[in-house]
C-alpha cells in the first residue's frame, strides 16, 4: 500500500496530460504518512510474538513490495496477466527462517499480498483521474477504507474467536448452529510445505529436487534467446 502513492509522486505510475495537470500532485507527506500509519499498526510483535516475524523480515516484505510493484505493474498493463510473488516469497523466508509457519504465511502477505493491493489502488487511480478526482480524495479514500475495513474484519473474527464456543469444531455445534468454521487450507497447506518443511529439505541439500533450482537460470535466460 505505501508504494502506491510512492509510484505516482515520482512519475512512474502517472500520465502527464492534461488532466493530470490540471489536478496536481498529491502532498509530499502522503507517502511517508501512510506508510507510518500502517507499519505502527502492524501488530508482528503483539499477541505473544506469536506472527514469529521478527522486524527484519517486516522491513525485507516491505522491500521486495516495493521493488516488485513497478515490473510486476507494467507487466499486468501490457499483458492483463500479473505475475505472483506468493511462492518466491514464501520460497525466500522459508530458506532465511526455517521451521516458522506463522511467519512463512505472514511474509508472503506483507510481500506479495501488498504488492497486489497497490497495483489495485494504481487500478483506481487512473479512472479517478479519468474522473478529474484529486488525487488527494483518492488517497483518503483508501486510506480510510483501509483502516475501516481491516478493522472490522480483525473484530469480527476476534469476537467470533472469544464468544463462540467449539468455533473450529464443527462437529461439536448444536444442530441448526449458522456456524461453519470454514479454513483456509492455502495459507494452511503453505505454512506446512515452505514453513514447517522448508525448501531446504526439497531443493536444498538435504532435498531430493536440488537439480531443479537450473530452471531458475534458465528462466532467466530464455527470454534473451526468443
Known amino acids: 500500500m505505501p508504494v502506491t502513492l510512492g509510484l505516482i509522486l ?3 505510475a502517472g500520465i502527464e496530460d492534461l488532466i493530470g495537470s490540471l489536478l496536481g500532485p498529491p502532498p509530499d507527506g502522503a507517502v511517508a504518512a501512510k506508510y507510518c500509519c500502517v507499519r505502527g499498526l502492524d501488530g508482528q510483535d503483539g499477541f505473544g510474538k506469536q506472527l514469529q516475524l521478527p522486524y527484519w523480515a517486516l522491513l525485507f516484505a516491505g522491500a521486495i513490495a516495493l521493488i ?6 507494467i507487466i499486468q498493463a501490457t499483458t492483463n496477466q500479473q505475475v505472483g510473488l506468493n511462492v518466491i516469497t514464501e520460497l525466500i523466508i522459508g530458506y532465511l527462517y526455517p521451521g516458522k509457519p506463522q511467519a512463512n504465511v505472514a ?3 506483507y510481500g506479495y499480498t501488498s504488492m497486489t493491493q497497490a497495483i489495485m489502488f494504481l487500478q483506481d487511480f487512473k479512472p479517478g483521474q ?3 478526482i484529486p488525487p488527494k480524495s483518492m488517497f ?8 475501516v475495513a481491516s478493522s472490522v474484519y480483525f473484530v ?3 469476537w467470533l474467536l472469544t464468544t463462540v464456543k467449539n468455533i473450529c469444531h464443527p ?12 479454513g483456509d487450507d492455502v495459507f494452511y497447506n503453505a505454512s506446512i510445505i515452505w514453513g514447517v518443511v522448508g525448501p531446504l ?14 530452471f531458475f537460470l534458465i528462466g532467466l535466460l530464455s527470454p534473451f534467446l526468443v
Do not use: E, H
Request: proline share 8%; with cysteine.
Open 10 to 12: 515520482s512519475g512512474l
Open 68 to 73: 516488485f510493484t513497478l515490473p510486476v505493474g
Open 107 to 109: 511474509f508472503k502477505t
Open 130 to 132: 479519468y474522473m478529474k
Open 140 to 147: 483518503l479514500v483508501q486510506l480510510v477504507g483501509t483502516i
Open 156 to 158: 469480527t473474527a476476534w
Open 171 to 182: 462437529d461439536r455445534f448444536p444442530d441448526g448452529s449458522p456456524c461453519t468454521c470454514p
Open 201 to 214: 529439505r526439497m531443493f536444498g541439500r538435504l532435498g531430493l529436487y536440488i537439480r531443479m533450482n537450473w
